[in-house]
């Protein structure tokens, strides 16, 4: 960025310990995942999307979207209090855009980087609640970290950060944007994390490790990816999917185009050539989440074609 000389864009900056938990044991989210498992099936979840409750939302579920797709919360999740892990998220997040500030990597509000993905993120929200009860009570919040990492994450409770490095080496369009805006607020609406925490905590039956998972304790790292590593990767493989899933459903209602996955994924793709080998052994076959996709387009492109559009369209940092 040339017009912005007080925001660095390319600063080191570690990740929150709630988002490391969750790479640990899975994909990184930009990065390929080979096939995906659905959590129930489509007869079992009918009569979950049924209770939620919405009247117009709620009658739409049998016919358009995924929620027929997306099963119930696991009972794992239950394990762990959701205002803790709210809590924990948020005050991680303010240590990360304190630690971004004092390297001058804390996008300031007026950037239009950061118009722009408070702009989508206005777009999107609206569609949240359904899929999480607390999500209305969430203060969402959008910020972009100047670095020149590929990565984006929302965390529980809704603190959405974006990495310059993913909206400048990938060139993201608006719907591109929307497609990983809404597949990050998916693992937070789906509780992702806090499912991973409950089953730590029934694995190890540890509160020590509950609690250094949540960044309060001081066990350290060691404790941290241990508890990670006992975590499923079926599991992690299945949010991975829910979260694509999801979130394509988020970004059609929103009027942005469910097709921009698959341009999406092959950018992501092509980002991951040269990849060290270690890399591509864990995270094969980005051609299986693509064609899952496109599998899953006709779902979501009747809400698409009913949307209203953004009135606004932004380019991409240079
Ligand atoms: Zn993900």
């Given at each position: 960025?040339?017009?912005?000389?007080?925001?660095?864009?390319?600063?080191?900056?570690?990740?929150?310990?709630?988002?490391?938990?969750?790479?640990a044991?899975?994909?990184?989210?930009?990065?390929?995942?080979?096939?995906?498992?659905?959590?129930?099936?489509?007869?079992a979840?009918?009569?979950?999307?049924?209770?939620?409750?919405?009247?117009?939302?709620?009658?739409?579920?049998?016919?358009?979207?995924?929620?027929?797709?997306?099963?119930?919360?696991?009972?794992?999740a239950?394990?762990?209090?959701?205002e803790?892990?709210?809590?924990?998220?948020?005050?991680?997040?303010?240590?990360?855009?304190?630690?971004?500030?004092?390297?001058?990597?804390l996008?300031?509000?007026?950037?239009?980087?950061?118009?722009?993905?408070?702009?989508?993120?206005?777009?999107?929200?609206?569609?949240?609640?359904?899929?999480?009860?607390?999500?209305?009570?969430?203060?969402?919040?959008?910020?972009?970290?100047?670095?020149?990492?590929?990565?984006?994450?929302?965390?529980?409770?809704?603190?959405?950060?974006?990495?310059?490095?993913?909206?400048?080496?990938?060139?993201?369009?608006?719907?591109?944007?929307?497609?990983?805006m809404?597949?990050?607020?998916?693992?937070?609406?789906?509780?992702?994390?806090?499912?991973?925490?409950?089953?730590?905590?029934?694995?190890?039956?540890?509160?020590?490790?509950?609690s250094?998972?949540?960044?309060?304790?001081?066990?350290?790292?060691?404790?941290?990816?241990?508890?990670?590593?006992?975590?499923?990767?079926?599991?992690?493989?299945?949010?991975?999917?829910?979260?694509?899933?999801?979130?394509?459903e988020?970004?059609?209602?929103?009027?942005?185009?469910?097709?921009?996955?698959?341009?999406?994924?092959?950018?992501?793709?092509?980002?991951?050539?040269?990849?060290?080998?270690?890399?591509?052994?864990?995270?094969?076959?980005?051609?299986?989440?693509?064609?899952?996709?496109?599998?899953?387009?006709?779902?979501?492109?009747?809400?698409?074609?009913?949307?209203?559009?953004?009135?606004?369209?932004?380019?991409?940092?240079v």
């Amino acid at each position: 960025m040339t017009s912005c000389p007080a925001f660095h864009t390319d600063a080191e900056l570690a990740l929150p310990p709630l988002v490391q938990a969750r790479r640990a044991a899975t994909c990184a989210c930009h990065q390929p995942v080979d096939r995906h498992r659905r959590r129930l099936g489509a007869g079992a979840s009918l009569a979950v999307a049924g209770a939620w409750g919405l009247a117009p939302l709620s009658a739409l579920a049998a016919e358009e979207g995924v929620r027929g797709e997306v099963g119930s919360t696991s009972r794992f999740a239950k394990l762990v209090s959701a205002e803790e892990v709210e809590q924990a998220a948020q005050q991680q997040f303010t240590q990360m855009k304190q630690e971004a500030a004092g390297k001058r990597a804390l996008a300031p509000d007026d950037h239009p980087q950061v118009l722009r993905l408070r702009a989508i993120a206005q777009r999107l929200i609206p569609y949240t609640q359904p899929w999480n009860n607390r999500a209305s009570a969430w203060k969402w919040e959008v910020q972009l970290f100047g670095s020149k990492e590929l990565n984006a994450f929302c965390m529980p409770g809704g603190k959405i950060a974006f990495y310059f490095g993913i909206l400048q080496r990938l060139q993201l369009s608006d719907d591109e944007v929307a497609m990983i805006m809404g597949h990050e607020m998916a693992h937070a609406l789906r509780e992702h994390a806090r499912e991973r925490m409950g089953k730590s905590a029934a694995t190890r039956a540890g509160a020590g490790l509950l609690s250094s998972l949540l960044g309060l304790g001081n066990l350290g790292d060691a404790a941290l990816s241990m508890g990670a590593q006992l975590l499923s990767l079926k599991f992690s493989r299945e949010d991975e999917s829910e979260a694509d899933l999801v979130g394509m459903e988020l970004a059609a209602r929103a009027g942005y185009d469910p097709a921009s996955g698959v341009t999406l994924w092959q950018k992501m793709m092509k980002a991951s050539e040269g990849a060290p080998p270690e890399f591509l052994s864990t995270h094969p076959a980005s051609k299986t989440r693509i064609q899952e996709i496109q599998s899953h387009l006709p779902k979501v492109n009747g809400l698409y074609a009913k949307a209203a559009r953004p009135t606004q369209r932004y380019q991409p940092p240079v």
